[in-house]
């Protein structure tokens, strides 16, 4: 009996599992996943992140797409952020889907063309091959958040490991980049499906783990109010942000400014320049 009810649960979070991957591409076509490895050519995680790999020196070098100027420290930030950025909006959407925390079987780094209003841009992109684990019989629903946070950070840890000797940025300041990364996609996810207050619940209780190197005092979600005019007079906004606890240096770059969101801001200055952000997204 229990063997068919485990067979069946696993069943349905395959079916879950596909359809949230289906999800996933819908809505952040920036990242993409397979969860059958016969598809298309994938590498796996250790090759792809090895010393002096073509892989590698790929992966920085299309970081100066985002700004002139760049030193290796920041190539190392920008691409730890949007490494784990993408790896963050995989793992947490099959997660909010099945309770599952996939794990990396494999990757690559592509081109795609990515819509940009009414036209497209030739960008790159991660491409994960994913692996569901079995459900373990009798696993509680609240060992879930400490079973994600010990595989994301295995995941992450020899891409730190491996930056932080090739580009010299410190390993703490690689993890607060990659704990910003997630708890943003939480956010992300969560809003656009419906659910985030459950999503911010979830990622707080991943990133706040006293002893995890996911763990930052300054990351913290933060609701933003702001009024624009209308014809009756006001209308009150109001919507929840992300506070970073690292930095990408973006600042160091050539014309290179602070992110709104930037740990290194006062925090009224943060929430000056996300009221304006919030005021300038509701006329659009």
């Not at 696993?10 to 819908?26: H, Q, R």
């Not at 920008?78 to 099945?98: K, P, R």
């Not at 996810?189 to 707080?204: D, F, T």
């Not at 160091?252 to 943060?270: F, H, M, Q």
Request: some cysteine; hydrophobic content about 45%; glycine content about 6%.
């Amino acid at each position: 009996m229990q063997q068919r009810q485990g067979r069946a649960s696993s069943a349905a979070s395959g079916e879950d599992a596909a359809a949230a991957i289906e999800w996933l591409a819908a809505a952040f076509p920036e990242v993409a996943c397979s969860s059958d490895a016969s598809a298309a050519k994938f590498i796996p995680a250790t090759a792809f992140w090895r010393d002096a790999s073509a892989s590698v020196e790929a992966c920085l070098a299309y970081q100066n797409r985002f700004a002139s100027g760049m030193d290796d420290k920041v190539r190392a930030a920008h691409l730890i952020a949007f490494y784990s950025h993408q790896l963050s909006l995989v793992t947490v959407t099959v997660f909010l889907a099945t309770g599952l925390v996939p794990e990396l079987a494999g990757l690559r780094f592509e081109s795609y063309l990515r819509p940009v209003g009414e036209r497209t841009l030739e960008a790159s992109r991660f491409h994960f091959l994913v692996e569901l684990p079995q459900i373990a019989a009798g696993a509680r629903p609240e060992e879930a958040g400490s079973r994600f946070r010990d595989v994301f950070v295995a995941q992450l840890k020899p891409v730190i490991t491996l930056l932080s000797r090739r580009c010299g940025l410190s390993v703490r300041a690689q993890w607060r980049l990659a704990a910003d990364s997630l708890a943003g996609a939480f956010l992300e996810i969560g809003r656009r499906q419906g659910k985030e207050a459950e999503a911010i619940a979830h990622a707080l209780a991943i990133v706040k783990h006293q002893g995890s190197p996911l763990f930052t005092r300054e990351l913290h979600y933060e609701e933003i109010d702001a009024a624009v005019p209308c014809n009756d007079g006001e209308r009150a906004l109001s919507q929840t942000y992300r506070m970073r606890g690292g930095c990408c240096l973006y600042y160091r770059t050539d014309a290179g400014s602070y992110c709104d969101s930037c740990v290194l801001l006062r925090p009224e200055i943060r929430r000056e320049r996300l009221r304006a952000h919030l005021r300038e997204t509701a006329r659009e």
